[in-house]
């Protein structure tokens, strides 16, 4: 049973940035897709960033294209997710998730969030001014 952590988030101005982590139990670099999902207050969840295993193939919502980077490094067993730019927006817990069925839709990886197996309990992150 993979067990994931996130860590990093806080508040922040808008503009700002911050770098979230999400250590994995254990080495999933080579088995599992990973993914980035947010939640604002009264919203579904969104998947934000996605990330193949054993690649850098990397996708993105567009509404965060530009600004944000996903990253694995699996000497850390860790998945980043690099904010830059943040907006108001951008407010909602993040949780990373992964999957060893990587379910995709062509060559885009599912954000749906029922096709996703292992969650973190997720970081808030709040921008405002």
């Known amino acids: 049973q993979v067990q994931l952590l996130e860590s990093g988030g806080g508040s922040v101005q808008p503009g700002g940035s911050l770098r979230l982590s999400c250590l994995a139990s254990e080495d999933i670099y080579h088995t599992h897709c990973m993914a980035w999902f947010r939640q604002a207050p009264g919203k579904e969840r969104e998947g934000v960033a996605t990330?193949?295993?054993?690649?850098?193939?990397?996708q993105y919502v567009d509404s965060v294209k530009g600004r944000f980077t996903i990253s694995r490094d699996p000497a850390k067993k860790t998945l980043y997710l690099q904010m830059n730019s943040l907006r108001v927006e951008d407010t909602g817990r993040y949780y990373c998730?992964?999957?060893?069925?990587?379910?995709?839709?062509?060559?885009?990886?599912?954000?749906?969030?029922?096709?996703?197996?292992?969650w973190g309990q997720g970081t808030q992150v709040t921008v405002s001014s």
């Open positions: 998730a992964a999957d060893t069925r990587c379910r995709r839709y062509g060559y885009t990886l599912s954000t749906r969030p029922e096709h996703w197996n292992y």
């Open positions: 990330i193949y295993a054993s690649l850098d193939n990397a």
